[in-house]
């Protein structure tokens, strides 16, 4: 039986993968940092009802002898290093905890793979964030990286030290650079979500103002579960490369709230206000990305449209309130 490990498994992202994994029929182990709240991690898998079919390994990384016991044990072929300190606005106020793991993180996997020498295939879960201050008005493989936060540098390092480890080493290692996914198990801090937990609060009576910060920045938004189905394949190539994973469209914050408050019945000028406290030190405005290479060589498209996206995660964040009223 195919295996592999995941590391972030307890994410939105490593949620996904994991139940991807194990409908194409692999032996799916997951990397499990220690917590004082074990009775709420692994909430996702809970509620994508596999959490009985993963194994979970105890593991941190930060902490390379983890790795390498957790590689020791588990013996896989394939690596899915998804663990970062993901959230951008955090890593302005801890960028050194951002930098060993968003950034060191990866090279210490990359070296368990060395020292453990099992040839296991890796897979770096890059960010569109490198871009950042964007080069060219459409970003592909070759646009120029220009990171414009902490986590954007630690994940550009991460970046290189994939690509410089498969060049040195001969490692069978990918990064994929996916523009921002979202789903109904999105993060809540994240401004997708925020939105339309905020939308369902509103719509049930449970608040009445939803603050946020820079309406004006665009993302090219894609749904969590189509760009999962991007990492797997690209670990089935014969060949390691880098790929864009994006929609090709992009959105402004304001027109995502305009369309999930809409779906609601809403208006979302009548409750979205604006705060100068949610605004970041250093804003990405825009980003767009152009994964034409993912659809030639990976034979990759997106399924979801944005409209059927938020409203998925509008229908379950309303879900999720009134049972918790109940
Ligand atoms: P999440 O924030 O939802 O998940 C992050 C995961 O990393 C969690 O499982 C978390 O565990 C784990 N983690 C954090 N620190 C450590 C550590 N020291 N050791 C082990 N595990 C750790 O992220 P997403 O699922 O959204 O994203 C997955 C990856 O893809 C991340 O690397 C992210 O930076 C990157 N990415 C995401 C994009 C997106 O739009 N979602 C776009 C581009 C890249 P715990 O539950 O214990 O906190
Ligand atoms: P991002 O996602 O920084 O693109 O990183 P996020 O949803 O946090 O922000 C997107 C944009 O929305 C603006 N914004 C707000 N953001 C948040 N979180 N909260 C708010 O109240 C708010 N108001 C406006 C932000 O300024 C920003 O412009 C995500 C993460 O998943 C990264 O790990 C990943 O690498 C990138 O996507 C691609």
Redesign the pocket.
Known sequence: MPTCLI????????AYLAQHMLQKGYRVAG???R?ASSDV?GERLRWLGIINDIELVD????DISSLIRVLQKIQPGEIYN??????VATSWHQPLLTSE??GL?ATKMLEAIRITGGGARFYQ????EMYGLIQEPEQSEKTPFYPRSPYAVA?LYAHWMTVNYRESFGLHASSGI?????SPL??IEFVTRKITDGVARIKLGLAKELPLGNLDAQRDWGH?RDYVRAMALMLQQDKPEDYVIATGKTTSIREFCRIAFSYAGLNYQDHVVTRSDLMRPAEVDVLLGDAGKARTKLGWVPETSLEAMVAEMVDADLARHRARAA
């Open positions: 590391t972030g498994i307890t994410g939105q992202d490593g990397l499990i940092r917590s991690i593991g941190d990384l930060i998804l663990a970062a300190q993901s959230f793991v968003t993180g879960a890059s960010s569109s994940k996916l523009f921002n996914h979202e999105r993060g969590a």
